[in-house]
C-alpha cells in the first residue's frame, strides 16, 4: 500500500464545473504539499499546508490531519486548469529531513 | 530570470557512459533537492541538501549515484555506468529554506540508449 495515495486518477469535466481531487495518506505529517505538473512536464507547488484550508484564486486546499486527509477544490474550472495534480507529503517522523513522498497524481482535463 | 536552472533540458547517451547533470537553485535557496520522475511512475526523491549540513542521499537507487552542491548554490548529480532502467526526467527543487515551498526546474529528460 502506497503512503500516499489520491483519487481519482483520471478526471475529465466539463468547463466551469466544480473539481475536488483526494489524497489520503498513511502516515504522520508535517506538511502537505499539492503540486501542479502542466503537459510540458513544469512543476509548480501550489499549496503548503499542515492544517486547516488555504484559498488561493480558485484553487482551495483542506486538510484533515486526524482523518490524514486532504483534498484539492477547483472553482469554476477552465481549460487551462488541465495538468496533473500531485500530492505530497513530509514524513513528521523525518523532522529536520525535507524528503517527500509522492502519490501517483490526478491526470484533469477541462473540457471547453 | 530567478528560477531554478536545470541543464542540460534533454541528454541521450549510450549506456555505460557517466552522465552529469546540473541545477542552479534561486539565489539565496539554502535547500536543494533532486528528485526523478519515470515515464509513468511518479515522483520519486533522490537527495536532499540543507546549507552546510550532510546531505539526505536516502533516496539515491544505488551507488552510481552520486551528487554535490558546490559553496552552497550549484549542484550537480552525477550518474556513472549507466544503465537502461535509468532513463527518466530528473528535476531540481530548490526552496528557501527546508519547510518552505519548493520551486522545481523544467528538469532533464535523459535518455539511455
Known amino acids: 500500500k502506497n503512503e500516499v495515495e489520491q483519487s481519482p486518477q483520471n478526471l475529465t469535466a466539463q468547463e466551469g464545473e466544480f473539481i475536488t481531487i483526494n489524497c489520503s495518506y498513511s502516515?504522520?505529517?508535517?506538511?502537505l504539499h499539492w503540486l501542479q505538473q502542466h503537459p510540458g512536464g513544469g512543476i509548480v507547488s501550489l499549496f503548503m499546508?499542515?492544517?486547516g484550508k488555504k484559498k488561493h484564486g480558485r484553487l482551495i486546499a483542506t486538510i484533515n490531519i486526524q482523518e490524514k486527509h486532504s483534498s484539492l477544490h477547483i472553482t469554476a474550472s477552465h481549460p487551462r486548469d488541465s495538468a496533473v495534480y500531485i500530492c505530497?507529503?513530509?514524513?513528521?517522523?523525518?523532522?529536520?529531513?525535507?524528503?517527500?513522498?509522492f502519490g501517483t497524481g490526478t491526470r484533469l482535463t477541462i473540457i471547453p | 530570470g530567478a528560477g531554478v536552472s536545470q541543464s542540460p533540458s534533454n541528454k541521450v547517451t549510450e549506456k555505460g557512459k557517466d552522465v552529469e547533470l546540473r541545477c542552479d537553485p534561486i539565489?539565496?535557496?539554502?535547500?536543494l533537492y533532486w528528485y526523478r520522475q519515470s515515464l509513468g511512475q511518479g515522483l520519486e526523491f533522490l537527495i536532499y541538501f540543507q546549507g552546510n549540513s550532510a546531505p539526505d542521499k536516502s533516496g539515491l537507487p544505488s551507488d552510481r549515484f552520486s551528487a554535490e552542491r558546490t559553496g552552497g548554490s550549484v549542484s550537480t548529480l552525477t550518474i556513472q555506468r549507466t544503465q537502461q532502467e535509468d532513463s527518466a526526467v530528473y528535476l531540481c527543487?530548490?526552496?528557501?529554506?527546508?519547510?518552505?515551498?519548493?520551486?522545481f526546474g523544467d528538469g532533464t529528460r535523459l535518455s539511455i540508449l
Open positions: 527543487a530548490s526552496s528557501r529554506t527546508g519547510d518552505q515551498p519548493q520551486h
Open positions: 502516515v504522520g505529517i508535517s506538511a
Open positions: 539565489s539565496g535557496h539554502t535547500a
Open positions: 499546508l499542515s492544517s
Open positions: 505530497a507529503v513530509r514524513d513528521y517522523s523525518n523532522f529536520g529531513n525535507e524528503k517527500l513522498t
